[in-house]
Nanobody, 118 residues
Framework: QVELVESGGGLVQAGGSLRLSCTAP????????MAWYRQAPGNQRELVAS???????NYDDSVKGRFTISRDNAKNTVYLQMNSLKPEDTAVYYC????????????WGQGTQVTVSS
């Protein structure tokens, strides 16, 4: 069973910052596209940002200019730096690893709560 371990969530005031971290087993991390998703109550899970093995990055329009995704391949860790947080960023954030070797496999973290107060 593949385990993705997340940390860094919490409560912050609007305009503040948080950094999320997610560590995966090296055998998975080095061949994966890593991503962060979020899910607010009553909403579907949505993609926030993704980064491929070679560093190609994609952001949802709602976080462009405020969030930064990065990966440290030596530490098997992906980060999400979140600045200028808004109340609408409040959600459970999930780390995701996608491996495509003929078929696609998704691995998920347990989720970490981010709450932004107004």
């Amino acid at each position: 069973q593949v385990e993705l371990v997340e940390s860094g969530g919490g409560l912050v005031q609007a305009g503040g910052s948080l950094r999320l971290s997610c560590t995966a087993p090296g055998s998975i991390f080095r061949i994966s596209t890593m991503a962060w998703y979020r899910q607010a109550p009553g909403n579907q899970r949505e993609l926030v940002a993704s980064i491929t093995r070679i560093g190609s990055i994609n952001y949802d329009d709602s976080v462009k200019g405020r969030f930064t995704i990065s990966r440290d391949n030596a530490k098997n860790t992906v980060y999400l730096q979140m600045n200028s947080l808004k109340p609408e960023d409040t959600a459970v954030y999930y780390c995701n690893a996608v491996v495509v070797l003929g078929i696609r496999r998704d691995y998920w973290g347990q989720g970490t709560q981010v709450t932004v107060s107004s």
